[in-house]
């Protein structure tokens, strides 16, 4: 079966450094995938790595270590709307469905 | 362009009846697939398609029936809802490593 691990919950000050782990066990491995959702809303694309290393995209960044079947993502500078839950996800060969984790519900507090 | 669209935003059916949630995405992307995600179980896949003409089934297939007659319409049909289909269902697209979702239909079953 494909499993993913992930916190259920992360509580962070406004300002701070935030990093949510996920590690996965799957059948196949492309790539990591990291996605925003806000209560109420759908879930957005933040991320995605195919290869070892740090990728970063403006206050986010993504990380993906493939021997340690582990990535995470690090949010700086923390702000209030950054509130969410956050998801891994894996795609386990190319042009297949994505195995989503069970998100991370991010509470960022004042 | 309207990304991907889905209808309706909200339903509550009956036990036992049927229906149709709609969705269809306008970026002419080849693969599309259907969500649902239930309060602590992330988001889990029902059924994907690759293309016109191609289904596969998902982690949770059973009480769901699909098509897929062209690129930008892939319709997910209940065929006699019961409680446990109460849920978020979210459509999404992807051309590449990135997926769309559109913004939710909120189903209940009573």
């Known amino acids: 079966g494909q499993s993913l691990e992930q916190p259920s919950e992360v509580t962070a000050v406004e300002g701070a450094i935030v990093q949510i782990n996920c590690t996965y066990q799957?059948?196949?491995?492309?790539?990591l995938s990291w996605y925003q959702q806000h209560d109420g809303g759908a879930p957005t694309f933040l991320s995605y790595?195919?290869?070892?290393g740090l990728e970063e995209t403006g206050r986010f960044s993504s990380f993906l270590s493939r021997s340690d079947s582990y990535g995470y993502l690090l949010l700086q500078e923390l702000q209030m709307k950054d509130s969410a839950s956050y998801f891994c996800?894996?795609?386990?060969?190319?042009?297949?469905?994505?195995?989503f984790g069970k998100g991370t519900r991010l509470s960022v507090i004042a | 362009n309207a990304g991907v669209t889905q209808t309706p935003k909200f339903q509550v059916l009956k036990t036992g009846q049927s229906m149709t949630l709609q969705c269809a995405q306008d970026m002419n992307h080849e693969y599309m697939s259907w969500y649902r995600q239930d309060p602590g179980m992330g988001l889990r896949l029902i059924h994907y398609?690759?293309?016109?003409?191609?289904?596969d089934q998902g982690e949770v297939p059973n009480g769901y029936n699909v098509s897929r007659s062209t690129t930008e319409d892939f319709p997910l049909r209940l065929l006699s809802a019961a409680p446990s289909q109460t849920s978020v269902y979210f459509c999404a697209s992807s051309y590449s490593n990135e997926q769309y979702f559109g913004p939710g239909t909120r189903l209940t079953v009573t």
């Open positions: 996800a894996v795609s386990v060969a190319g042009n297949t469905p994505l195995v």
């Open positions: 398609s690759v293309g016109a003409g191609i289904t």
């Open positions: 799957t059948s196949g491995f492309y790539g």
């Open positions: 790595n195919a290869l070892d």
